[in-house]
């Protein structure tokens, strides 16, 4: 009978064991990410990180599914401890990737490694054609494929450079992928965001995307039209989109989000209107235009009585990347310069890559990190 007793016991305290390890053996907060492979390889081996450093975790994935076009492989970790990929096929490593619980997974193909949609179709979408200035300017609006003009609203992000992220052969290094990446994140969540993309190409480029916000420190870049760019965006584009999409317009469901000029810029309209802004995703951004002192009596003299937008700061420092260099040092002091103008320490953060390059490459993969400050479903952020 003590027998019979004790093997009960055993098989209860193992089961709650089981239960409490979840099925994947490890941790109940473990996400399971999923890697197409296009190249059909034998096999993917996964290794988790915290970008500040620490422990990591190695996973031989798993076989999951395999079709005559690829062979896709599962693997988890837990998402509070790590916030990136390395994916190793054949001994080759890919660049460091996003890691969250809106990454659905990744695909490895000819343009290296791509956001896992799940094979949905290439994203499609609309196009509308402003008046700017003496001439015109497109916009592209990407919505969800369920995507219902009388059903559940949307939220939307903002974006400068709208030429080079919804069309793959965008760039030599494709796309920024921003339509696969909010798919993805709905594969993984209820999260449902319209991207607008704003055609900001050509000569006008640099000079449309430069706020003169005091002395800069390149001649090249003296009287910019950022304040022109600015109201274009919140009283032109943002009430077209008000109007005609099915998507919330309070400023905890919009965001905005760009990288290099992009990002200096798209970190001075949320700045600009706070009110209207819930973050702002600033990758690989200029900030280095502009003087620490420039930019402390800036931020200083803002209003943030409406809210102050989340902050996300993302750049590489490759030492083949001249360009990347440079804006990594700009990068860095904007924490300092943050902090100095009193903006709330728990409403900014920096990530960095230290291998990363000027190339949509990188901010193709960083950019689910991004949604993850943008639409957070946790306070367990890997330290910062």
């Known amino acids: 009978m003590k027998k019979i007793l004790c093997l009960i016991i055993c098989a209860a305290l193992l089961a709650a064991a089981l239960a409490a390890c979840g099925t994947q053996g490890g941790s109940k907060n473990e996400h399971t990410i999923y890697i197409r492979d296009e190249y059909k390889h034998d096999g993917v081996t996964a290794t988790f990180f915290n970008s500040n450093g620490g422990d990591k975790k190695e996973v031989k994935a798993k076989p999951a599914e395999s079709t005559e076009k690829y062979t896709e492989f599962t693997c988890a970790a837990d998402p509070t401890l790590y916030d990136r990929v390395i994916l190793t096929v054949d001994e080759k490593d890919t660049v460091e990737l996003a890691f969250n619980e809106h990454t659905h997974g990744w695909v490895l193909n000819s343009q290296r490694v791509w956001p896992n949609d799940s094979g949905c179709d290439p994203p499609k ?23 219902d003009p009388k059903g559940e609203k949307c939220a939307v992000i903002y974006m400068p450079d709208g030429q080079n992220l919804f069309v793959p052969t965008a760039t030599s290094t494709g796309s920024w992928a921003v339509a696969e990446s909010a798919r993805a994140m709905l594969e993984e969540s209820d999260i449902r965001t319209v991207i607008v993309g704003i055609e900001t190409d050509g000569a006008w480029r640099d000079s449309e995307l430069t706020p003169d916000i005091g002395e800069v420190q390149s001649e090249e870049y003296k009287d910019g039209k950022g304040e022109y760019f600015s109201d274009f965006v919140v009283n032109t584009v943002m009430p077209y989109i008000e109007e005609n999409y099915n998507v919330y317009t309070d400023r905890e469901h919009t965001h905005i989000c760009g990288s290099s000029s992009g990002g200096i810029e798209s970190f001075y309209i949320a700045m600009e209107h706070p009110d209207k802004f819930g973050s702002v995703g600033a990758l690989s951004p200029a900030f280095i235009l502009y003087g620490d002192k420039t930019w402390e009596k800036y931020l200083s003299e803002k209003d943030f009585s409406a809210g102050y ?76």
């Open 309 to 384: 937008p989340t902050v996300y700061m993302y750049c590489g420092n490759s030492k083949t990347d001249d360009l990347e260099q440079l804006l990594y040092a700009g990068t860095v002091s904007m924490s300092a310069t943050l902090k100095k103008a009193g903006y709330p320490e728990d409403k900014y953060v920096t990530k960095i890559y230290e291998d990363g390059g000027h190339k949509e490459l990188y901010w193709r993969v960083i950019f689910p990190d991004y949604l993850r400050y943008a639409f957070p479903v946790t306070s367990d952020y890997p330290e910062r």
């Open 125 to 147: 979408t609309d196009r509308h054609t402003f008046d700017y200035e003496n001439r015109t300017k497109n916009v592209f609006i990407w919505t969800p494929d369920d995507y």
